[in-house]
């Protein structure tokens, strides 16, 4: 992501002629993960309705017909039904975890990702699209890897409305009853989703950025983080919802009697196409466009304005 004239500067990039201050000061550090985690934060509280609720039917229409074809319900019948059978409540179940979940996770991607393209622009003195998509990959798997025991909590809670306990009670009996490995359930899956998620949403951010500047009007601003931010989002969801869905489904594979016994992400993908047909991976798509599209523009457009504030060059 480029420099803007006029930033602090103090470590020179090998062959790109760029430098960036955080790797000459650790507070640099503190201030890219600080901008990152609040502006998931605030993202997070923004479009918290849309968000939860969208999560909760994203999980629920991808669970829809395992292992059969059929006619899938579609969001908005999902959503009425799940209403009127469970209640308002049920579209905020899961949200303790989940929330704690973005913030942790959504900080660590986003702040890894400048030290990681560093990296590679050290090791390979490059500045292109793969050494960000490279980054990007890091970043995600790296952060996901560290959350995904408040994945599986967030996700048992969303699948089971009755549940009473409580995140930390589930995680209780997770612990107890399947063992601590049970909480890493679906890691492989999640760590791929999110390696390709942050990829291609930073990747694409950041090249969409390049490219508008170069090639319209276009300066450093508002107007450019929107449309750079929404490419994202769609690009985004376009490559992570099948990883996502079968993510949903290892980590469920207990819970639900129809699931099935999956070895592994590739043999899960494998019994999805199989019987399900290739519209099946897209389970939920919509939902988790409606949720990541707009958390990923706010995102954007707010750790922008804080690393602004803060003194750190534009993404």
């Known amino acids: 992501m480029d420099n803007q004239p006029g930033s602090q500067k103090s470590s020179i990039i090998p062959g790109s002629g760029k430098v960036n201050n955080w790797a000459a000061s650790p507070s640099h550090l503190c201030y890219h993960f600080g901008t990152s985690g609040l502006s998931i934060a605030v993202a997070t509280g923004v479009t918290h309705p849309l968000d939860w609720n969208a999560d ?21 019948n999902l959503l009425v039904h799940t209403l009127k059978n469970e209640g308002p409540r049920s ?12 913030v942790v996770y959504g900080g660590l991607r986003l702040g890894l990702y400048e030290p990681s393209k560093y990296v590679c622009e050290q090791v390979f003195g490059s500045t292109n699209i793969f050494v960000k998509i490279a980054s990007g ?15 599986v909590v967030k ?19 997770i612990v107890s009853e399947e063992g601590i490995r049970a909480l ?3 890691v492989g899956p999640a760590m791929a989703r999110a390696a390709s998620m942050t990829a291609s949403q930073l990747s694409t951010y950041d090249e969409s950025k390049r490219i508008l500047i170069r090639w319209s009007p276009l300066e450093e601003g508002f107007h450019l983080h929107l449309l750079s931010s929404m490419v994202a989002g769609t690009v985004s969801t376009l490559i992570t919802a099948p990883m ?10 207990r819970e639900s009697k129809e699931v099935g016994n999956y070895k592994n992400g590739f043999h899960c993908a494998y019994q999805v196409l ?16 409606a949720r990541l599209g707009p958390q990923t523009m706010i995102t ?3 750790v922008e304005e804080l690393r602004k504030l803060a003194g750190l060059d534009a993404i």
């Open 91 to 102: 579209m905020y179940l899961g949200l303790a975890p989940a929330l704690t979940r973005s």
């Open 56 to 76: 909760v039917l994203k999980v629920r229409l991808q669970m829809q017909l395992v292992g059969q074809r059929g006619p899938l319900t579609g969001m908005g």
């Open 300 to 302: 954007f457009i707010l």
């Open 274 to 289: 199989r019987t399900e047909g290739p519209r099946g991976l897209y389970k939920g798509g919509l939902a988790i466009f």
């Open 137 to 151: 990959a890091f970043a995600g798997g790296f952060a996901t890897a560290l959350t995904n025991p408040v994945e």
């Open 184 to 186: 890493w359930k679906g």
């Open 244 to 253: 996502d869905m079968i993510k949903t489904r290892l980590m469920l594979q």
């Open 155 to 173: 996700v048992r809670l969303q699948m089971n409305p009755n549940l009473r306990r409580g995140p930390i009670g589930e995680l209780r009996r």
